[in-house]
C-alpha cells in the first residue's frame, strides 16, 4: 500500500445520498404481520415493502386519515 494517496482527481460517491438510516420505530403488530404475508405473497422481504410504502406516501404527500372516535367510558 502507498503511503500517499492523490484524490485531488476523485469524484464524490453519486450513491451516498440514496444511503439507508437505521431507526427504531414501533409498529402494531397486526400492521407488521400484514406486511409478512404480503412479503410471502410478493417475494420481497418486509422490511422493503414496508420501506416502499412509505417512500409512495412521501413521494405523494400523502397524510393520514385520522378519525378519533370518542369513548364512552367516563
Not at 469524484?11 to 439507508?20: H, I, Q, S, V
Not at 403488530?29 to 410478493?42: P, Q, R, S, W
Not at 422490511?47 to 405523494?60: E, G, P, S, T, V
Amino acid at each position: 500500500m502507498r503511503k500517499e494517496y492523490d484524490f485531488s482527481k476523485s469524484l464524490k460517491n453519486p450513491y451516498t445520498r440514496k444511503l439507508k438510516r437505521q431507526i427504531t420505530i414501533r409498529i402494531d403488530n397486526d400492521t407488521v404481520e400484514y406486511f409478512k404475508k404480503l412479503a410471502v405473497e410478493t417475494d420481497i422481504p418486509y422490511q422493503k415493502l414496508i420501506n416502499l410504502f412509505l417512500q409512495d406516501c412521501a413521494r405523494n404527500k400523502r397524510r393520514p386519515d385520522i378519525t378519533w372516535v370518542e369513548s364512552d367510558s367516563r
